[in-house]
């Protein structure tokens, strides 16, 4: 592989590269004819994305009509190669990207001005192919918005904020900050913004439903979104299935997928106030909000607590959840081109204490065809995505 | 029990929050007491907090454009809520440029301080975010600790340097050692001292001023040269440094001699006090 990127593609490049780094720590590449890929996944499998540069992104872009090669590079290596955005764009003219398969390394070579060169070999391991396969017309639900709408949505959440759950109906769309467990809800605050489909570019709803996933992941392509201007397309389903997220433009195309909450029908039940889509709110008048019998119940008890006249908490005999380490309990769903396997669905009646998981992604196993292609779906991590190579890996 | 307010204009919901920051920055958590005039946020001189209190005081009229409540009872018509004032200064900072804010009493999953602000939007129906705050209700038989504080018979009533400057000094002091010793005099004199084995340092202030609080007030027969000390833990005062950011109109500071230091800060419409305990 040997290309050139030029100009303002440079930082372009440089910030898809940053926008990766907070997904996971490792740049998958794979060249092929029809473009460079650049993907990488988080170590749980819940989160993954990759950003698609096609041969008219570069101004030269040559690749070996070897066998298909495929790496990974340690991503923080090459995040210092483009490691201040603001001096890029003032000094680096060109950048030209060389791979060495005899020395197992790529090479950066930084073309700035006034005839200085900053060469950076990084080496590179063998990997297997990672690609997450989805297909973004069957989703139910499709919305595109400036990034700007976004952003400001997501600054009223706290920056540590893990997950936030989106639910949608016919005009409107709520995000929330989602609490994990029902000890935490007394104590955490509550936010929720609403958003009407009119401050969307396209607001296309099929089925009224709501998914939780993680916003840290998020906030990489919305950094990403923002600075290139390009509007923002969201695609998703029922929770469970990932929720992409995704930016194109006429060279290039950026994929974020993440994993969502599986919904649980027992844990639905119990969680009125999160429900699918919120009732519209009270009347909003003074006369409405008394808690007066709130305070009547308190007041008669020997200690200030929460009163028996508060929404029905769930009684203790219900089961708790317990947050199940992410590997252990992938619910793994596994498309290939070939063959349409029926994932076991959890019989919705289980009598077992509900779990919550999170819902990992389909991960195709773009190797020649192998056994690996049946392998049932309860073999969680097996089939997924280059995990044999996971020592310790040299810089 | 209820209430509801509303602010409408920008400045006024900056200044809010810019309180409510304060406080955050002063106390984890305290009491916001709520009555037909005023809001204070109260934090009583408990040993747990290693006996610092704190009294703020906001006139709802210069923050609200509407105000509404309804305490416990006719006779005592106040709301007493524990807060955790950081919850609340992080909801505001998020809607400075909200057309309107409401904060209301709610219940929720508990019982809850509902901040709800309609922000501006192109389209043609406002964005609204809330933020649901959770509170616990102080039960009226502990309202007695929450009181306005008296004020302490003082020794020395000075006016505060710059607070910019007296924050720089204790920064460094506080390097140094974890206990300070303030004292002042009559003549407008204030000195912030640290002494450790291996080295003193002092800070002089002068020409201050005296606040002229009236003949009942220190003893008239007290030399103008005598120094009153407080010997008091170094990060409370620094912890009350550090959470000004706005300059007050009048800063004062009272000891009683080996007892306690009174802070008194004065703006336009906020007033806040805050008492340090002297140590051994």
Partial sequence: M??????????????????????????????????????SVNSSRSA??????????????????????????????????????????????????????????????????????????????????????????????????????????????PPSLEEVTVAVSDDRMWFRNHVDDEAELSKAMLTELCLASDEFDHFAVRAHSSVTFCLKELRGLLVFAEST?????????????????????????GNFVLATLSDDPNHRKNNTRRAHT??????????????????????????????????????????????????????????????????????????????????????????PPSSQMSTQPVKSQVVLASDSEDDTQAE | MKFRGKIVDVACLNHFTRVVTTISKLTKTCVLRLTPDNLFFVLSGKVANGGVGMWCELSQA????????????????EILLEV???????????????????????????????????????????????HDVPVDI??????????????????????????????????????????????ANLNGQMNLKIETDLVSVTTHFKDLGNPPWGDDAASPSRESEAMAEARVDVRRLQQFLVGQQVNPSRAMCNIVHQGVVHLILLHEDVS???FIPAVA
């Fill in chain 1, 2 to 39: 040997d290309c050139v990127v030029t100009g303002g593609n440079v930082k372009v490049l440089a910030k898809a590269i940053h926008s990766l780094s907070r997904i996971g720590d490792e740049l998958y590449v794979e060249p092929q004819e029809d473009g460079l890929p650049l993907r």
């Fill in chain 1, 48 to 157: 993954y994305a990759c950003f698609l540069f096609a041969p008219l992104f570069f101004s030269r872009y040559t690749i070996t009509s070897e066998e298909a090669f495929r790496c990974k590079i340690a991503i923080k290596s090459v995040q210092a190669v483009f490691r201040s955005l603001a001096s890029l764009e003032k000094t680096v003219e060109k950048c030209h990207i060389e791979l060495d398969r005899k020395k197992n390394r790529i090479t950066f070579t930084l073309y700035c001005k006034h005839g200085l060169l900053k060469t950076h070999n990084l080496s590179f391991q063998d990997s297997e192919s990672l690609q997450a396969v989805f297909d973004k017309d069957s989703y139910a639900n499709v919305f595109r918005a400036q990034p700007r709408l976004l952003v400001d949505t997501v600054v009223h959440f």
């Fill in chain 1, 229 to 253: 201007g390009l509007p923002i397309s969201m695609y998703f389903d029922e929770p469970g299935s990932p929720v992409v997220l995704s930016v194109t433009d006429s060279v290039l195309e």
């Fill in chain 1, 278 to 367: 919120p009732p519209p709110p009270p009347p909003d008048d003074f006369m409405n909000d008394d808690i007066d019998s709130y305070l009547i119940a308190m007041d008669t008890s020997m200690a200030p607590g929460p009163s028996a006249t508060g929404p029905p908490t769930p009684p203790l005999a219900e089961p708790t959840y317990s947050k199940q380490p992410v590997a252990a309990s992938h619910r793994t769903r596994i498309h290939s081109e070939e063959e349409e396997e029926e994932e076991e669905d959890e019989p919705a009646d289980s009598d077992g204490p509900p779990n919550k998981k999170f819902c990992s992604l389909f991960f195709g196993s773009v190797l």
């Fill in chain 2, 62 to 77: 210069n923050f609200f454009d509407e105000y509404q409540m309804e305490g416990v009872s006719p006779e005592d018509n």
């Fill in chain 2, 84 to 130: 955790t004032p950081e919850n609340l200064s992080r909801a505001l900072k998020t809607v400075q440029n909200a057309k309107a804010v409401k904060v209301k009493l709610t219940k929720k999953h508990c019982p809850c301080l509902t901040i709800a602000a309609e922000l501006p939007t192109l389209s043609s129906v406002s964005r609204v975010v809330t």
């Fill in chain 2, 138 to 183: 102080v039960p009226r038989r502990l309202w007695h600790e929450f009181k306005e504080p008296i004020m302490p018979d003082f020794d020395v009533s000075v006016y505060l340097p710059p607070l910019k400057t007296m924050k720089s000094v204790v920064d460094r002091m506080k390097n140094l050692s974890n206990f300070l010793v303030i004292e």
């Fill in chain 2, 272 to 274: 806040l006090q805050y």
